[in-house]
């Protein structure tokens, strides 16, 4: 199974990554760590799209995207999660991965990516401020026997 995990920065997508890595035994992709894969990007992209489509009906990936143009690389048959969180939480939380520090021209970057998936296709679409990730796990083991 491929589960796509998608949402803006600090939304919440790897800690609900991790809980269904415990939940289900899933090797976790993050954004560009394809590129490990390959010397040249473009390799590494094409091996990367083999791996995710064998792995529809194989092993167990989550690849965690925080980036649009990411979401070409989810195969047909993919789960497609949507994590989204309020933007005052996203900035919290984007304030303690620096430290405590928020610059401004940062927090404007935030604002404006706010919603910048809102309006993709998706599956499920999980709260990552307040959801139940037990409850999205519950959902994804089912799907998976």
Do not use: W
Request: proline fraction near 2%; hydrophobic fraction near 40%; charge should be negative.
């Amino acid at each position: 199974m491929v589960i796509g995990i998608i949402g803006e920065n600090c939304s919440g997508k790897s800690t609900l990554a991790e809980k269904i890595k415990n939940t289900i035994d899933a090797e976790i992709i993050t954004g560009k760590d394809y590129l490990r894969m390959a010397k040249s990007e473009s390799e590494a992209a094409l091996l990367f799209r083999e791996k995710l489509k064998d792995a529809i009906a194989g092993e167990n990936v989550i690849y965690v995207i925080s980036e649009k143009e990411h979401i070409s690389f989810l195969p047909d048959g993919a789960v497609r999660i949507l994590v989204k969180a309020d933007i005052d939480t996203i900035k919290e939380r984007f304030k303690t991965r620096m430290r405590g520090n928020l610059p401004a021209p940062v927090e404007q970057m935030l604002v404006r990516k706010h919603g910048m998936f809102d309006n993709e296709i998706c599956d499920y679409q999980f709260d990552g401020a307040s959801g139940d990730t037990e409850e999205i796990c519950d959902i994804i083991k089912d799907r998976i026997k």
